[in-house]
């Protein structure tokens, strides 16, 4: 029933910075974790961060470093920090809303890194 809406998408260069958000269309206890995934052409759907109930968080080895997920659960919202971004980081990238029967995904924002 509820729906998550992304933005911050677009064309970057090499070294630059992007923030993308996601919001819940209906408010969401901050028990639930969310994440950010992303998939490049022809590859599988991989996980780029997450970040629990307690406010712990995981980075993928690729982006731990430059890449920082939070959430402000007043707002509902998600935010993935992109820093020092890398033609590799081109993907389309999901927000994801773990739910207790379900997993709610967002339509997906495109991240293209190239100069």
């Known amino acids: 029933q509820v729906q998550l809406v992304e933005s911050g998408g677009g064309l970057v260069q090499p070294g630059g910075s992007l923030r993308l958000s996601c919001a819940a269309s209906?408010?969401?206890?901050?028990?639930?974790?969310m994440s950010w995934y992303r998939q490049a052409p022809g590859k599988q759907r991989e996980l780029v961060a997450a970040i629990g109930s307690d406010g712990s968080t995981h980075h993928a080895d690729s982006v731990k470093g430059r890449f920082t997920i939070s959430r402000d659960n007043a707002e509902n919202t998600v935010y993935l920090q992109m820093n020092s971004l890398k033609p590799e980081d081109t993907a389309v990238y999901y927000c994801n809303l773990r739910l207790p029967l379900a997993l709610v995904w967002g339509q997906g924002t495109q991240v293209t890194v190239s100069s």
């Open positions: 209906k408010p969401i206890s901050s028990i639930y974790t």
